[in-house]
Structures are given as C-alpha cells and as structure tokens.
C-alpha cells in the first residue's frame, strides 16, 4: 500500500502500463487525448501548438532526423542550438513546450526535460541572453494628446473609444474585442466598470473587473448611441455605417494604436505597459497595480515597471538628495560672492 504519492513513480507505472496495452486500444487512447486537448486549449494555444510541431517537423527532415516521436534528447538539444540567436529564450521554452505536448498526447515521456537538453538551453542564454523584449510604453498623456486630435468623424469616435478603454483598462486586445455592450457596467459617479468574462489568466471564466474613467465612459457611451448597438452585440465594432457588427480583430487594436499616436512601434500591449510606468511613477503600490491589470503573480508588472523602478530607487534618491545639497552650497557661494 502506497502512503506517499510520488509524481514519477505514478507516471512511470502509467507509461509502462500503456506500452503493454494493444496498439488498437493506445491509438484510441490517443486519438482521445487529441480531442480532449481541442476542448482543453484556447484556439490560440492550438494554433501555437500546430505550428510548432509544422516548423520542427520541418527542420528535422531537414537535418536528416525523424519527427516522429520518441524524439531524441540530443536531436531536440541540437534544434535548440540551432534556434539560440534567432528566438528569444522564452520563445525558445514555449516551443520546447510544445514538444513535451506532443509527447503527452502520446503517452510518452517528454525528452524536453533530460539534461542535455536543458544544458542546451543555458548555453543559449548565457551566449545570446534572456531578455525579452518588451512592448513600448505608451502612457495616460501620450494616448490623452492622441484622443484630442482626433475629430468627430463616426471613425474617429469609434477609435476614441477603442483607445479609452484602453488606456483605462489595462486590458489586454483578446478582452478588448470581447467586451459586448452589456459588459459596461454604469456607476454613480458616472464611471464605469467593464466586466472581463474571461482573459489569459481567466481561462475557465470566473470573471473579472476593469475600470473606465468618466469621460471613457462618455466616449464610449456616444458610440453605442451613434452605432445603435445592442445590449448582446460587440461593444467595439467596425465604424462604417452599415458594417457586419462583429467584434473587431485584435491587430485592429494594434493599427489603430499605431494610426491615433502616429508611433509605429507600438501596439495593443502598449497601454498595458504604459498603465504600469505610469503608476509606478505616481508611487502606487505593487498590490494595488496587480489588481488594476488582473495580473495573479507580481512577475509581470514588476518586469514591465523595472526602466521606472530605476529611477525611483535608492541609488536615485541619494543621487538627488546629493544634488539638492550641491544646488544649496553652490547658492551659498554666490550670494557670498555678491
């Protein structure tokens, strides 16, 4: 009798109990496996998933190996050597995921976690580096200056409320084009609180909350009018009189981000980004920024504050107390001069 569960243990008995199983019985089991993963995953993960496996597939026919798993751990170290350099580390690991995904859905152990492999990996970052880039910030001031150049074209009220919501929100672009008219939930200070039926760290849909400041509200409110949209239809929709009322596509947000600030380096993201420098430097608390941008962890908002956190840091506040004490003494000098 078993009085400690241990993981390895559990799944080397399984993978030794289907390598005894008929071929006929692991095919179904397989092809089980596939369909449950099609109602598990968000389609974007299966599209990432598929085409990963396409460009290792690729790559392995390519080099003289096969695709076909078990894979090898010396063949996936060598593919991660040959990708050092030209993904970035994390993009690396991800498809490294996909591979163990692969082997899963086979009822195989994954050679994504042999240490040869994961050598390989090390070596790729302490050659090339694990920083990930990150999505330009684009602050409350910035997307404030872009919203009063724009007109009063039915477009140009559409973007406005594209880019308050936005900026308000810190929502990612998959939740912007989720939002339907319902969502907007009206308060009695005039803001608003949109409701986020489900995101990247929501994947099941408990739900979730987002601010709208007044006059994001306003904007928003003058497009659901101009529009005539409904309660059950997309809040954000294209602008052409007479338009399908679906919901807009995320890149949609990006262009729309990049045609409104006249910056081509940024995209949906951006606002996400900028929300958190912007918070950073007005000294709002870690906690209270995790809560504004729905994140579980503190990693990510800690990484995309850190360029602001510099300069917020102890090393700057002794530099500026040192430069208030050298403007004093300098002041001194003169009037004793005079």
């Not at 993978?15 to 089991?29: F, V």
């Not at 490294?96 to 390989?120: C, G, K, N, Q």
């Amino acid at each position: 009798m078993k009085l400690v569960f241990d993981r390895e243990i559990e799944r080397a008995e399984m993978l030794t109990t289907l390598a005894n199983t008929a071929p006929n019985r692991r095919e179904q089991l397989i092809d089980e496996y596939r369909r449950r993963s099609e109602a598990a995953f968000a389609p974007e993960t299966l599209r990432n998933y598929k085409m990963v496996i396409r460009r290792f597939t690729a790559w392995c026919r390519q080099n003289g190996w096969s695709p076909d798993p078990p894979i090898a751990p010396s063949v996936l170290a060598c593919w991660v050597d040959d990708m050092g350099g030209k993904l970035a580390s994390n993009s690396i690991q991800t498809r490294l995921w996909a591979i163990a995904e692969l082997h899963r859905s086979h009822f195989l152990p994954s050679p994504t976690r042999h240490r040869m492999v994961d050598l390989a990996l090390k070596g790729v970052k302490r050659k090339y580096g694990a920083y990930t880039r990150q999505a330009p910030p684009l602050g409350k001031k910035e997307v404030l200056q872009a919203i009063d150049r724009l007109g009063n074209s039915r477009q140009n009220i559409r973007d406005k409320a594209v880019l308050w919501v936005a900026t308000d929100s810190w929502c990612r672009a998959s939740e912007i084009v989720a939002f339907r008219v319902k969502d907007l939930i009206r308060q009695d200070d005039d803001t608003s609180i949109l409701f986020v039926r489900r995101s990247k760290t929501d994947p099941y849909g408990q739900g979730e909350y987002a601010f709208l400041s007044r006059r994001g509200t306003s904007a928003v409110l003058h497009w659901i009018e101009l529009a005539k949209l409904q309660s059950e239809e997309p809040l954000l929709t294209k602008s052409q009189c007479g338009a399908k009322r679906g919901a807009l596509h995320t890149s949609t947000i990006s262009r729309i981000m990049k045609k409104c600030t006249g910056r081509n380096d940024v995209s949906a993201h951006s606002t996400r980004v900028g929300g958190v420098h912007d918070a950073f430097r007005i000294g709002c608390d870690l906690s209270s920024i995790m809560v504004a941008g729905r994140w579980k962890s503190p990693e990510m908002p800690a990484r995309y504050g850190r360029r602001i956190r510099a300069s917020h840091s102890a090393a700057a506040e002794v530099s500026r107390a040192f430069e208030h004490e050298d403007e004093k003494a300098t002041t001194g000098d003169q009037q004793q001069a005079e």
